[in-house]
Nanobody, 127 residues
Framework: QVHLVESGGGLVQAGGSLRLSCVVSGLAFRRYAMGWFRQAPGKEREFVAALSYVSYSVENAAYADSVKGRFTISSDSAENTVHLQMNSLKAEDTAVYYC?????????????????WGQGTQVTVSS
């Protein structure tokens, strides 16, 4: 059974940082692209960042324009964990953050292309 469990959310002031983690079990970690998405109240879930393995040691990453230069996605394959380091947080980053798994190497920005999802973790940025 596949499980994705996010953690690391919380309340932070604007300009602060948070590091989200997503622990994955039940699937071959390196055979999946991992994505972070977020959903604010009243809005659709939107792409934040994604990472995939081109080879054993080479990763590709993609970011939404709104987070480029502030957020960094990384993975620890030994721990089957993907992280999202979020710096210079803004009030508009407030949302529930979800990690998803998409089989293969593509860096998809489309919600429906991800097969598995976690339950989400709340990030609240106060201005």
């Amino acid at each position: 059974q596949v499980h994705l469990v996010e953690s690391g959310g919380g309340l932070v002031q604007a300009g602060g940082s948070l590091r989200l983690s997503c622990v994955v079990s039940g699937l071959a970690f390196r055979r999946y692209a991992m994505g972070w998405f977020r959903q604010a109240p009243g809005k659709e879930r939107e792409f934040v960042a994604a990472l995939s393995y081109v080879s054993y040691s080479v990763e590709n990453a993609a970011y939404a324009d709104s987070v480029k230069g502030r957020f960094t996605i990384s993975s620890d394959s030994a721990e089957n964990t993907v992280h999202l380091q979020m710096n210079s947080l803004k009030a508009e980053d407030t949302a529930v953050y979800y990690c998803g798994a998409d089989f293969g190497t593509r860096l998809s920005t489309v919600v429906d292309e991800y097969e598995f999802w976690g339950q989400g973790t709340q990030v609240t940025v106060s201005s």
